[in-house]
């Protein structure tokens, strides 16, 4: 069974930057997808980001494109979100998820497995 571990969360002020990180064991990293979702309070959990197995392709929703990177280092077991010009709307908990899907499903956002999740908080 996987399991993932977020780091990296924390208060930042508006147009300030943060790197969440994303340490997975339990089974061969470079045959999952990985991705990271977002829950704000009171509001559904979000789908942000994705990269491929390799980490040839990767998905963004609208809302951050330009702004966050997702990155893999399959030989670190590691996933990463670099998260620049944030904003207030961009609070919430943050969470690393594993797909082991097509890339076709997973750009729908089809992840089975996740993380405890890591708060971001933005202040205006």
């Known amino acids: 069974q996987v399991q993932l571990v977020e780091s990296g969360g924390g208060l930042v002020q508006a147009g300030g930057s943060l790197r969440l990180s994303c340490a997975a064991s339990?089974?061969?990293?470079?045959?999952?997808?990985m991705g990271w979702f977002r829950q704000a309070p009171g509001k559904e959990r979000e789908f942000v980001a994705a990269i491929s197995r390799s980490g040839s392709m990767r998905y963004y929703v609208d809302s951050v494109k330009g702004r966050f990177t997702i990155s893999r280092v399959n030989a670190k077991n590691t996933a990463n979100l670099q998260m620049n010009s944030l904003k207030p709307e961009d609070t919430a908990v943050y969470y690393c998820?594993?797909?082991?899907?097509?890339?076709?499903?997973?750009?729908?956002?089809?992840?089975?497995?996740w993380g405890q999740g890591t708060q971001v908080t933005v202040s205006s």
């Open positions: 998820a594993a797909s082991q899907a097509t890339w076709s499903e997973v750009v729908t956002g089809n992840f089975a497995r």
């Open positions: 339990g089974r061969t990293f470079s045959n999952d997808a």
